[in-house]
């Protein structure tokens, strides 16, 4: 009657033995539910919504209106444009605002035209002109219903949505959800297929290679390479998926989208490749890979886009190699920036490429000495 107890205490203690299972039952969950209550629920005006304000109107009225959306807690007005040293020193206008949006530094700009009432004149409404990125359509709405707030009671506003970036674009918002799901899975088969070295290395295959004329950097660049051209093919079948069935405008930037593919490969595939140095056997390397790469895509925007989060998390979001890797797929098919504009991602994604490689390969030393 007591032998069920004794198969229960038996695999309590299997399960104390076994770390992998204890990171993924009890760690893993509590991790995921503070960055998700962070994103979602967060500090008080920790999700503040950003939005240039052009007053083209300048009356009393007008500039009611815009006090009125200055003393909302979610929105933070921006009257003043960038300078050639990235500073706000110049006078907004809309032509700034719109050429802030397509370089990324602004998502939202109110345009107040001249002869703006918030009272019925003539029958018409007061109007008021929103440019967008609707990469972020919950922003819009947002401020959309915070502008209606601010003239209740007077006749609602006539809001005409400018939509800067998408307006000519097919089903844009694919091309965002093709690289996020992809660099994500990226991390994952990286991680997985960087764990050969752990089985060459437990039944005995590696020692066998490195008596041969090949070296252990030989045989990571091997690997490297291999893993570079199947992620590689990975990418490029994920995103041609996706430009014949669903739009993706991938002709039209094969040059951008051939970079951002290559150097996001290399960089997943070294990140493989520093895992497996570090973990002993494949139960830690599971454990370890699908903590760091679910946080990674969480924090980097392959689960929720970066630009929806909190300023703060934002900025966490850049320790990761998916930040990086999507800005550059956002330029490329979002705001259609020309080649040279992606060097920053390049350069971020390449010097990580190094600098995981080298210190994959200092790791290594263990198999050579064993």
């Known amino acids: 009657m007591m032998m069920f107890l004794e198969v229960t205490r038996t695999h309590w203690t299997k399960f104390r033995r076994d770390r992998a299972a204890f990171v993924m039952t009890f760690i893993v969950p509590i991790v995921f539910f503070s960055i998700f209550a962070v994103l979602f629920g967060g500090r008080?005006?920790?999700?503040?919504?950003?939005?240039?304000v052009v007053n083209e109107d300048g009356s009393a009225v007008s500039r009611q209106f815009v006090e009125t959306l200055r003393r909302e807690k979610s929105v933070v007005l921006v009257e003043r444009a960038l300078d050639s040293n990235g500073k706000r020193t110049l006078p907004m206008n809309a032509a700034a605002a719109e050429r802030e949006i397509r370089a990324g530094d602004l998502g939202?700009?109110?345009?107040?035209?001249?002869?703006f009432r918030t009272t019925p004149l003539n029958g018409t409404r007061p109007r008021v002109t929103l440019y967008a990125d609707t990469s972020d359509p919950m922003s819009s709405r947002v401020i959309s219903t915070l502008m209606q707030k601010a003239v209740l009671g007077q006749m609602p506003l006539q809001v005409e949505?400018?939509?800067v970036l998408g307006a000519s674009k097919r089903n844009p918002r694919i091309a965002f959800s093709?690289?996020?799901?992809?660099?994500?899975?990226?991390l994952f088969m990286a991680a997985s297929s960087g764990g050969a070295l752990i089985d060459e290395a437990e039944n005995g295959t590696l020692?066998?290679?490195l008596t041969s004329r090949i070296s252990m950097t030989q045989l990571?660049?091997?690997?490297?390479?291999?893993?570079v051209s199947l992620s590689t093919i990975q990418l490029t079948i994920t995103f041609t998926w996706g430009a014949l069935v669903f739009g993706v405008e991938l002709w039209e930037h094969l040059g951008g989208f051939f970079l951002m593919t290559v150097f996001t490969a290399v960089a997943t595939s070294t990140f493989g490749l520093l895992l497996a140095a570090i973990c002993r056997t494949r139960a830690q390397l599971?454990?370890?890979?699908?903590?760091?790469?679910?946080?990674?895509?969480?924090?980097?925007?392959s689960m929720f886009p970066r630009f929806m989060m909190p300023e703060a998390i934002q900025k966490l979001g850049l320790i990761t190699l998916n930040a990086w890797a999507l800005d550059g797929f956002l330029k490329v098919f979002w705001r259609e920036e020309p080649l040279f504009a992606l060097w920053p991602q390049l350069a971020v994604l390449g010097t990580a490429s190094i600098l995981l490689f080298t210190t994959a390969r200092y790791l290594a030393r263990r198999w050579e000495t064993q």
């Open 207 to 209: 020692d066998r290679i």
């Open 286 to 301: 599971g454990a370890l890979s699908n903590l760091v790469v679910l946080v990674m895509s969480a924090l980097g925007g």
């Open 178 to 186: 093709a690289a996020g799901l992809g660099v994500m899975f990226l």
């Open 108 to 115: 939202l700009a109110l345009i107040i035209p001249r002869g």
């Open 161 to 163: 949505t400018r939509d």
């Open 44 to 52: 008080p005006g920790s999700g503040r919504i950003r939005v240039a």
């Open 220 to 227: 990571l660049l091997g690997k490297l390479f291999y893993l």
